[in-house]
């Protein structure tokens, strides 16, 4: 399953994020999801909360914003419909993707690291 | 409770050791194909019908990915071709990673064409990019005609289809026509050829493509040495 693989790929990217701020802990981390990428998001959701154990993130949030899939002619303009056609229905150029294939891991949020104080004699 | 701006997209691990193939193979000038589709569609019957027209010409080596077994690895090496393989366990795809970990042992030095036969799955290959030049995507007509509308992503990104299996088109109950047309709405600029690789028909086109794509990257390399 390779959800796991991708929710691994998130921690690893939250953990070194933390580690670069001396975070104690990853509280939440925000990811913006497309609709036009292999992932199923209750599956990476499933997979998160398995991969998160024993981490820096072990008790973090998962925030997914999903991204839908527009697309957009280059010749005349016109936008796409949202099924899974890439030919223009007006002129029959190949569509560009202007957003759904987003992967991204957009914000963490953590804690700092206590401060403990020593006194000096 | 402080928030950090991150914007890293999480394909990134990927897509380096992606890069970092695509310098081994620009540095041997191997063309490289990742050759997928879904499991039992002939990725590696297409294979072997392909090898035996380009290997009198060209040096080919394989790379297999599949769960379990070298029965593929072995089909390619009773070609007198070298083949490598690579066994994932449970992994349903192959990424930048496992491929890198064979270039070690696998070199490409001399190849002149490369093929990358993935694990066989319509989903999880798409997302993860080796290093390629071209993915080409076996896809049987007894599959059914609305499968690139179901599995949009991998037809998407594929540079080449190949229709195999064309000489069961009159027990597939589904018109060539049929299958084009839906190929071609989520992918209207990939490379289209009907075959079968088991009576030989349309085989002389895709092999007349590849061998034409081949003699453009040999002219390219050659020129780049002169320069």
């Not at chain 1, 072990?58 to 016109?78: N, Q, S």
């Not at chain 2, 075959?195 to 061998?211: A, D, F, H, K, P």
């Amino acid at each position: 399953m390779h959800e796991l693989s991708i929710a691994e790929s998130i921690l690893d990217i939250a953990a070194a994020e933390a580690a670069n701020h001396d975070a104690a802990a990853v509280t939440a981390i925000k990811i913006r999801l497309g609709d036009f990428t292999g992932v199923v998001q209750e599956a990476l959701e499933f997979a998160f909360e398995i991969a998160r154990q024993g981490t820096i993130a072990a008790t973090a949030r998962l925030e997914i914003e999903r991204v839908p899939l527009k697309t957009r002619c280059p010749e005349c303009d016109m936008a796409g419909s949202t099924d899974f056609c890439f030919i223009c229905e007006r002129c029959g150029t190949p569509l560009e993707i202007l957003s759904g294939r987003e992967m991204q891991v957009e914000f963490i949020e953590v804690a700092e690291q206590e401060v403990t104080w020593i006194a000096s004699r | 409770m402080d928030r950090v701006s991150v914007v890293t997209d999480i394909r990134q691990a990927n897509q380096i050791a992606a890069r970092e193939n695509r310098t081994i193979f620009d540095k041997s000038g191997s063309c490289v194909l990742n050759l997928m589709s879904a499991p039992g569609a002939g990725k590696t019957s297409v294979l072997e019908a392909t090898i035996r027209e380009i290997a009198p010409s060209y040096r080919v080596a394989v790379i297999e990915g599949d769960l379990e077994t070298t029965f593929d690895s072995d089909r390619i090496r009773a070609l007198g071709v070298e083949a490598h393989q690579i066994t994932t366990g449970s992994v349903c795809h192959l990424d930048a990673r496992m491929v890198a970990k064979a270039l070690t042992v696998f070199p490409t030095d001399g190849v002149d064409l490369l093929v990358i036969e993935n694990v066989g799955n319509l989903v999880c290959p798409a997302e993860f990019n080796l290093g390629e030049d071209l993915r080409v995507m076996v896809f049987s007509v007894v599959e059914g005609a609305d499968k690139p509308k179901k599995y949009p992503l991998m037809f998407h990104t594929s540079d080449v289809v190949l229709l195999n299996k064309i000489d069961l088109l009159p027990y597939s109950g589904v018109a060539l026509s049929e299958l084009l047309r839906n190929v071609v709405e989520v992918n209207p600029r990939a490379a289209i050829f009907p075959i079968s690789c088991r009576t030989g028909q349309g085989m002389e086109g895709w092999v007349g493509w590849l061998t034409e794509e081949l003699r453009s990257r040999r002219r390219e390399a050659l020129s780049t040495l002169k320069t």
